[in-house]
């Protein structure tokens, strides 16, 4: 959580009331090293880890986990009592276990431990959740690794039903995309803005030499100083506060973000859940991120974020947002992927679902009124979701100015921050270049590309090029024969005007209208990746 602003507000429906009403606070986790430490050695006993889970319920079951329904991972290990089944069954699923299964599941802790840590509390010869400890892999250019990941109850430890507004996330699809958008590229200090449970700090830590986390919500950092304990990860600092309070006059080498970007009425009665709302109006949030960022940069920083942003009074969301880009004080470069849109009706029902909300209940629809009566005050007609990237520019002038829809299926989005990294070198070291340097360059093409060329029956020249991309964005670019013909000749050996002067020769076309054209296409196919200096 980032900030917390006030609004005023309306007056709200008994419904929406209800829904506050049923939000209860939680005893706090207390992240003291030596029981963390007894707790890290009794997980690492108990094979409690992602594969050796995966194993024990089967891969059917681990799909369905992702669909938040437990049943039939609790079928698999349905009588058990070793300390892998029992702490499964009490840390992830979010079922009450006797004293006697969690004393001897977790030998060097026990379950007195478990509770003096705020993770549990017992009553009656049972010991019931108060937190969730999932394991999650993860892999990076470093190699493969895992982490263990305390946060609150969610949706398939409590069995459904409304989130408190305290809630602290654990690792969610939104942090894991931000995670592998995450530049695996040396740097000195990191600032996690929001960290919330940690994750981003903890990814980010694996590059950098230092990272500081904040964060608005003591609650929030409390599981964050837990979960760094767990996974023994050091040289992350954490702060509370709000925005970039906590950092004042500081500079860093990159920031990353996943920010409350969720748009929320500021209304009576709507649940105000720290984890993704930061309590200003529409997408005003994230707005603050992109003015406040540039002067926490150092020249050449980079920034990396989520963000919602919003489609209204006929602007699109992507105009918007580079009209945030223009209007800050620090001159940045931006390229900016928008991932998807929603219409106001789906972008209601995706978060109040989130928040545990049962479609078709009266709370459901009061709600979804609140909802769609604040987007028809601001004439919001679309909400677009997508992925950040902001950088102080190294030099007197902005070099890279990208807003672009992509809502194809990304090949690997966790390997995205190799590519993000790779492409940026290609464009910094073209842009640094003239069209006359640029076309001395020898390049090669990236080795995930291929094409297809597409015929009409009985024609021999192709109607179609399409250059396809393996990874990265998994993008495709149609190209036409002198382009299609570059691209393939760019191995290494000739520069680019050479080749491009040779297609001139065989299409028997202007060499210099056609080198005017290929030229500006080879700065955008290294910022794509379909290219490469050699």
């Known amino acids: 959580m980032l900030a917390r602003g006030r609004q005023p507000v309306v007056a709200g429906s008994t419904a929406l009331c209800s829904v506050l009403a049923r939000q209860n606070g939680r005893v706090r986790p207390n992240a003291d090293p030596a029981l963390v430490e007894a707790l890290r050695q ?187 304990l767990i996974d023994a990860t050091d040289g992350v600092e954490l702060r509370e506060g709000s925005l970039f309070g906590p950092v004042a006059g500081e500079t860093f080498d990159r920031i990353v973000s996943n920010p409350p970007f969720v748009i929320t009425p500021r209304a009576a009665g709507v649940p105000e859940y720290e984890y993704r709302d930061g309590g200003l109006v529409g997408d005003t949030l994230v707005e603050q991120v992109f003015a406040g960022v540039g002067a926490h940069l150092e020249p050449g920083g980079v920034a990396q974020m989520l963000g919602n942003w919003e489609t209204r009074g006929g602007v699109s969301g992507l105009d918007r947002v580079r009209a945030w880009v223009d209007a800050s004080p620090v001159p940045l470069d931006a390229w900016v992927v928008e991932r998807e849109e929603l219409d106001p009706i789906r972008y209601a029902e995706t978060w109040i679902r989130d928040g545990g909300t049962v479609p078709g209940s009266p709370e459901f629809d009061a709600l979804q009124g609140a909802w769609l009566d604040d987007f028809a005050a601001r004439g919001v007609s679309a909400v677009g979701f997508g992925y950040v990237l902001l950088r102080r520019a190294a030099g007197p002038e902005p070099t890279l100015r990208r807003f672009e829809r992509l809502t194809q299926p990304i090949p690997s989005e966790g390997a995205l921050g190799s590519h993000l990294a790779a492409v940026l070198a290609e464009h910094d070291r073209a842009s640094g270049l003239d069209d006359d340097a640029l076309a001395a360059a020898r390049f090669r093409v990236s080795p995930d590309v291929t094409e297809a060329r597409h015929h009409t029956p009985g024609e021999d020249a192709p109607s179609v090029i399409e250059l396809r991309q393996g990874g990265g964005f998994g993008r495709s670019v149609q190209a036409d024969p002198a382009l299609a013909g570059l691209v393939g000749a760019c191995d290494g050996e000739l520069d680019a005007g050479t080749i491009i002067d040779a297609i001139a020769q065989l299409l028997e076309a202007d060499a210099a209208a056609l080198r005017a054209a290929q030229l500006p296409a080879i700065r955008e196919l290294l910022l794509d990746g379909f290219l490469a200096f050699a």
């Open 42 to 228: 009794d997980l690492r006993a108990a094979r409690f880890r992602s594969e050796s889970l995966r194993a024990a319920w089967g891969v059917e079951a681990d799909d369905a986990i992702g669909r938040s329904l437990r049943g039939p991972a609790l079928r698999a290990i349905a009588g058990r009592t070793d300390a892998q089944a029992v702490l499964a069954r009490l840390l992830i699923f979010g079922v009450a276990q006797p004293v006697a299964d969690v004393d001897a599941a977790l030998p060097s802790l026990g379950s007195h431990g478990l509770v003096e840590l705020g993770l549990a509390s017992a009553d009656r010869g049972s010991v019931s959740p108060r937190a969730v400890v999932r394991p999650q892999s993860f892999h990076d250019d470093r190699g493969p690794g895992e982490w263990w990941v305390a946060s609150d109850l969610d949706e398939i430890a409590l069995g459904g039903g409304a989130l408190a507004e305290d809630h602290v996330l654990g690792v969610g699809g939104a942090s894991l995309t931000l995670a592998g958008l995450q530049l695996p590229t040396p740097a000195r200090r990191v600032l996690d803005l929001g960290t919330g449970c940690g994750i981003q700090a903890m990814r980010a830590r694996r590059y950098a030499d230092e990272v500081v986390a904040t964060d608005l919500s003591a609650r929030a950092l409390d599981y964050a100083r837990m979960n760094l």
